[in-house]
């Protein structure tokens, strides 16, 4: 008799709790409709966006306790998607992230999106576009480079990315070029850059005297002395309007000082077209000729 009391109870304790529990949920999203409704947004798509347009709207929360995630169709969670990569909504992001894990959508669909989510640099809203079926396309790789972010390049190149094609090929140049070190990194990390591609940027890295870059790229096995089209070296583009340290260090680890190109130009001459005064002192020291 005791056990069949003890059962009863225990049955009795689920019923009651399960009832607190729904009256709890209705009560929630009585309250969250309320509140919607005090802010004249309607329960829809429409008014989803309404209130995620800016990054710190509380508004997905409220439509959550609404129940409007719970039974959202799958052409509107992917404009919510969409939304969400404009608006950079951090509450629709969690929302987004909580439901729909298996609605997988057409790549093209949600291209532009995920370019868009590269630009604004930010990985954990690209990953979830990719999670839902982006791909990197051929220009992809090329924004990242504008972002000196480790983890948004990797997870591109981990997800398709590829420097073959398109703007992408150009990727490690800009990168370089913006002396964004570690989006650099990544790419050349990733291996699928072709080595020409890694030789050529330390070009571009001392064409606008991004010295760390080079630094980098010789310590990866680069020619120090790699040339372009014309055969003009790093140490050109550096002696024209770097510093005394940066062509010490080129000369320190085995640039040529007399390299000539487009026909007997050498790194003192570009050292004079930039007026570089200090530099065409130490080159001079070191036992540069002009032509």
């Keep these: 008799m005791n056990l069949l009391r003890v059962l009863i109870a225990a049955l009795l304790a689920t019923v009651f709790s399960g009832c607190s529990q729904q009256t709890a949920n209705s009560a929630a999203e009585t309250a969250a409709r309320e509140e919607l409704a005090s802010r004249n947004i309607p329960v829809t798509l429409a008014g989803l966006k309404q209130a995620t347009t800016r990054r710190n709207h509380d508004g997905a929360y409220l439509f959550e306790d609404a129940g409007f995630f719970a039974e959202i169709s799958d052409v509107d969670f992917r404009d919510a998607l969409k939304h969400a990569s404009t608006s950079g909504n951090y509450g629709l992001y969690v929302m987004l992230s909580r439901y729909g894990a298996d609605q997988v959508f057409p790549a093209g669909e949600l291209a532009s999106s995920l370019n868009q989510t590269i630009k604004k640099n930010t990985v954990r809203m690209a990953a979830l576009l990719i999670t839902h079926g982006a791909k990197p396309g051929n220009d992809s790789l090329f924004f990242a480079a504008y972002q000196d972010n480790y983890d948004l390049a990797a997870l591109l190149l981990a997800n398709g990315g590829t420097f073959a094609a ?11 070029r913006l002396g964004n070190l570690k989006a650099l990194q990544a790419f050349v990390d990733s ?95 070191v036992g540069a000729t002009q032509n």
């Design 191 to 285: 291996g699928q850059a072709r080595q020409s591609q890694i030789n050529q940027a330390i070009l571009y890295g001392a064409l606008t005297e991004q010295i760390d870059v080079v630094k980098y790229l010789v310590d990866q096995g680069v020619d120090i002395n790699q040339g372009d089209s014309d055969g003009c070296t790093a140490l050109h583009y550096l002696s024209q309007d770097g510093t005394v340290d940066m062509v010490k260090y080129m000369v320190n680890n085995g640039a040529l000082i007399n390299a000539t190109c487009r026909g007997a130009e050498t790194p003192l001459k570009w050292a004079h077209y930039g007026d570089n005064t200090q530099v065409t002192e130490y080159l001079v020291s």
């Design 166 to 176: 398109g703007e992408n090929s150009g990727a490690l140049k800009m990168a370089a």
